[in-house]
T-cell receptor
Framework: DAKTTQPTSMDCAEGRAANLPCNHS???????VYWYRQIHSQGPQYIIH???NNETNEMASLIITEDRKSSTLILPHATLRDTAVYYC??????????????FGKGTLLTVNP | GAGVSQTPSNKVTEKGKYVELRCDPI?????LYWYRQSLGQGPEFLIY????????DSGLPNDRFFAVRPEGSVSTLKIQRTERGDSAVYLC????????????FGPGTRLLVL
């Protein structure tokens, strides 16, 4: 699976949008971008994933650049409960050894009051 | 519906002892995964089950670690002769099918080996 690069930490004011970047310049054409987050002392929580089109669900939006070498996770109105480590992962969705999720160190997002 | 559950939530043991960690996947999920997370690191893959069989155990660090899933639902991760370096959070995840399906994680078991 392709390697991802994320900033170590970010801060965001409560109520504002949080934009978390991820670089995945070696992504292959059949690899999806997944985002998980991990709130302190909890297991990772699935947020969203996409291939090349932008995606939105009740939690977040995922914007993938046209060349697919980077993406941004957007939390439109961050709350204190969104403080967590956010992981960007790329993974093939069919065939091969694609069941493994390869986590990096992620981005620690701190939402401030 | 109910998510992935893991028991115990915390386990303290002494070096050299045997421990068992249990995972109850989401009902109907055929795939089950174990990961281990050391302090300050992201989770690392240990083993993947599809049904009752271990499809990939390449992440198990050594032969002290073993996992079973005899009826294709509940899984137990077993660690023999525990060492202090085994201290970590052990995470279980399940997915509806196998390859490519979204994995949903449990809260983890925090293992401390004294």
């Amino acid at each position: 699976d392709a390697k991802t690069t994320q900033p170590t930490s970010m801060d965001c004011a409560e109520g504002r949008a949080a934009n978390l970047p991820c670089n995945h310049s070696t992504i292959s054409g059949n690899e999806y971008v997944y985002w998980y987050r991990q709130i302190h002392s909890q297991g990772p929580q699935y947020i969203i994933h996409g291939l090349k089109n932008n995606e939105t669900n009740e939690m977040a939006s995922l914007i993938i650049t046209e060349d697919r070498k980077s993406s941004t996770l957007i939390l439109p109105h961050a709350t204190l409960r969104d403080t967590a480590v956010y992981y960007c992962i790329v993974r093939v969705d069919s065939g091969g050894s694609n069941y493994k999720l390869t986590f990096g160190k992620g981005t620690l997002l701190t939402v401030n009051p | 519906g109910a998510g992935v559950s893991q028991t115990p939530s915390n386990k303290v043991t002494e070096k050299g002892k045997y421990v068992e960690l249990r995972c109850d996947p989401i009902s109907g999920h055929t795939a089950l995964y174990w990961y281990r997370q050391s302090l300050g690191q992201g989770p690392e893959f240990l083993i993947y089950f599809q049904g009752t069989g271990a499809a990939d155990d390449s992440g198990l660090p050594n032969d002290r670690f073993f996992a079973v899933r005899p009826e294709g639902s509940v899984s137990t991760l077993k660690i023999q002769r525990t060492e202090r370096g085994d201290s970590a959070v052990y995470l279980c995840a399940s997915s509806r099918g196998g390859k490519g399906e979204t994995q949903y994680f449990g809260p983890g078991t925090r293992l401390l080996v004294l």
